[in-house]
């Protein structure tokens, strides 16, 4: 059980486009889902805290107009990269926390296979 | 403020050999400590998690650490290495009081020699 995916796993855009991430909890509700940014051998970075039906809470130096992020349902979370540009090349990776205690740490977060975002 | 350390970025070992990934941690308030797995193609997967209960924790594939306040470290050991354990390792660090935000520290990509 606890199984995020995340859709695309590859996506190649042109410069100026948008681009849409779908991170979905298969078999479980999450109040909560997570938003990383991951450079070449460098460690993930949180980018924003997305909770089911409010507004996400971005990190510092994430731009929310850039990255507009959308949890809409307990199951389904979206990151949107606006009018993307080649710095906006990276590998996004979405997590999900459960909504409530049962067999799992309410803590804990469950990872979906991230978004290899390339803009030309 | 919290941070996680890996002392290494490249970690090779021989099959069957022991594996010893290093984490050293900074955190103001009590830490949650984890590490993660990731192989290629796949998501992040939890070894094993440290939350101020017993200090040697023991995780999935035979994989252990042990928690050290006094060195603020969180080592990652396993016996024997196989093959399969060939991945980037993560240590990772949380705060409590309602902060699930995770800290990741830089990774340790390990290699197994047949």
């Known amino acids: 059980g606890a199984v995020v995916s995340q859709h695309p796993s590859r996506v190649i855009c042109k410069s100026g486009t948008s681009v849409k991430i779908e991170c979905r909890s298969l078999?479980?509700?999450?109040?909560?889902m997570f938003w990383y940014r991951q450079f070449p051998k460098k460690s993930l970075m949180l980018m924003a805290t997305?909770?089911?039906?409010?507004?996400?809470?971005?990190e510092q130096g994430v731009e929310k107009d850039k990255f507009l992020i959308n949890h809409a349902s307990l199951t389904l979370s979206t990151l949107t990269v606006t009018s993307a540009h080649p710095e906006d090349s990276s590998f996004y990776i979405c997590?999900?926390?459960?909504?409530?205690?049962?067999?799992?740490?309410?803590?804990?977060?469950?990872f979906g296979p991230g978004t290899r975002l390339t803009v030309l | 403020a919290q941070s996680v350390t890996q002392l290494d970025s490249h970690v090779s070992v021989s099959e069957g050999t022991p594996v010893l990934l290093r984490c050293n941690y900074s955190?103001?308030?009590?830490?949650?400590l984890f590490w993660y797995v990731q192989h290629p193609n796949k998501g992040l997967q939890l070894l094993l998690k440290?939350?101020?209960?017993?200090?040697l924790v023991k995780g999935i594939n035979g994989f252990e650490a042990e928690f050290k306040k006094s060195e603020t470290s969180f080592h990652l050991t396993k016996p024997s290495a196989h093959m399969s354990d060939a991945a980037e390792y993560f240590c990772?660090?949380?705060?409590?009081?309602?902060?699930?935000?995770?800290?990741f520290g830089t990774g340790t990509r390990l290699t197994i020699i047949p």
């Open positions: 997590s999900a926390r459960l909504a409530a205690v049962g067999d799992y740490d309410d803590n804990e977060q469950f």
């Open positions: 990772v660090v949380s705060v409590n009081f309602g902060n699930e935000k995770l800290t």
């Open positions: 078999d479980f509700q999450a109040t909560t």
């Open positions: 440290y939350t101020s209960a017993a200090t």
């Open positions: 997305s909770n089911e039906g409010s507004k996400a809470t971005y």
């Open positions: 955190s103001s308030y009590s830490p949650s």
